[in-house]
């Protein structure tokens, strides 16, 4: 009697492990279908904390790249000011420079480049995948900016000029401590003295050193010049005269730049040698115009004559 009443038991046994092993395998696959988390990419972080994909870090490796050059246009690397010219390749952290009567192009981009004019000092600060950021040190710089996804940035004596899309923009920073900016394709920003201006096509605006920027104001369509000059007969070694411009105007005069006032005054000390003295004086707008006023100083010789002895006698017999 003793075996039948085991055999029930083990059958027991049996069932009741089959039922739990049914049960615990449910449970299993009830968490794998409805209690699965949702997976997360991670992006190790570079040793400075700051995020960095496999492009930004390969697009830092790229150069910039001089695709015309006239004149005299060098860069500044291992401690001296060496040669460039079309086709030259530059690295981030090079200055860039344009002699007088030079100017150059540099390439930042598949749509971005950047035309140096006369007297341009520019120092390559960064490109990446993102775009790219340059300081402006002295001189005026005409970027161009063809595709939505660039980004151009240009640092000026702590201003900074940013496009918003495509967008065809001039910067100038001038010897007096004056950083001008005009906007004529697309739209560009301006930030300067804790303020940042909107400059859309047609427009322009400064910021006086350490100060806000004016609000945009339309471009004129004439170069504004008036000279006040001296008496056109000197008789000392200078003469002084003085104008009025626009306030973010470059003004040479006899090729040499001039300070131009907060309001668009300047003056200027010329020296004169004996004879004729021609002077222009000339007025480039922000956006490329050009206005010039001349005139002639003489200065009268103040060596006495030459008197050469006459053949014939003093005087004649009547």
Request: glycine share 10%; hydrophobic share 40%; proline share 5%.
């Amino acid at each position: 009697m003793i075996k039948p009443s085991y055999k029930r038991t083990a059958g027991s046994v049996a069932l009741g492990v089959s039922v739990l092993a049914l049960l615990y395998g449910a449970t299993r696959l009830s968490r794998l279908l409805f209690e699965r988390p949702t997976s997360v990419a991670t992006v190790s972080p570079s040793p400075t904390g700051t995020a960095r994909t496999a492009p930004e870090a390969t697009a830092e490796a790229n150069i910039f790249q001089v695709i015309a050059a006239d004149g005299q246009v060098d860069a500044y690397r291992d401690g001296r000011w060496v040669a460039v010219q079309k086709g030259d390749l530059l690295s981030l952290q090079d200055i860039v420079r344009t002699t007088p009567g030079a100017s150059a192009v540099l390439r930042l981009g598949a749509a971005t480049e950047i035309d140096l004019r006369e007297k341009v000092e520019i120092r390559l600060d960064k490109l990446t995948a993102a775009g790219a950021i340059v300081d402006l040190r002295r001189g005026k710089v005409v970027a161009r900016v063809g595709a939505s996804g660039d980004n151009l940035e240009i640092t000026a004596r702590q201003t900074r000029t940013v496009n918003e899309g495509p967008a065809h923009f001039v910067v100038m920073a001038g010897e007096n401590g004056r950083v001008s900016v005009a906007s004529t394709g697309g739209r560009a920003r301006f930030a300067a003295g804790g303020k940042t201006v909107t400059l859309t096509e047609g427009t322009q605006t400064r910021a006086e050193d350490h100060q806000a920027p004016d609000d945009p104001e339309k471009i004129p369509e004439e170069v504004l010049l008036t000279v006040v000059w001296p008496a056109s007969e000197r008789h000392g070694e200078q003469a002084a005269l003085k104008g009025r411009a626009s306030a973010t105007s470059l003004v040479t005069v006899n090729g040499d730049a001039v300070a131009v006032g907060a309001d668009g005054a300047f003056a200027a000390t010329v020296s004169l040698k004996e004879g004729d003295n021609p002077i222009q004086v000339a007025a480039e707008s922000l956006t490329g115009g050009t206005r010039t006023a001349s005139k002639t100083l003489i200065r009268p010789s103040t060596r006495p004559p030459k008197l050469a002895p006459g053949r014939g006698p003093l005087w004649k017999k009547n």
